[in-house]
């Protein structure tokens, strides 16, 4: 009512996270960006959150956003601690076996209770979930573009994958 917007975050992004944001954008056109400056963050009922941005002050500015989708500077994310990584950087990494044959290639990470599953597109229908926990998760080279992974012959089968 007062200019809000709810917003629906890219997954696992979490409310501490977006509190540290300063800046948002959104697309104006094919390479021309809109800055939106957060006044104040809530979480909203149910998921998402909301957002009252710096010159949207009415429902009507607020639903000019509506169907919008936000932008922001990697160097205004808060800074990682050690062994964390952002899901945009876990996107596209190649999945490799032991053997050094490779599994797939990761597609995106889903939260689920205590931890968060690897989504890996393995062949051009198929796709597989793989749990981030260090029994599987060996090492994640963002340089290489590579993740590490042990796994257990029956945690592929399960999911109808031989190797």
Known sequence: MKGEVKVLPYPLLNFEIITQISRFYRRLAPNE????????????????????????DDRNAAESLHDEELFVNIEDLPPKEEDEFYVFELVGLKVVLPDGKELGEVVGLMPVGPYELLEIKVAPRKTIYLPMIEDIISEIDLEKGVIHVTLTPDLLESQGVEV
């Open 33 to 56: 960006f809109g800055l939106l400056e957060p006044e104040g963050i809530r979480q909203a009922p149910g998921e998402g959150f909301l957002i009252k941005f710096k010159g949207i």
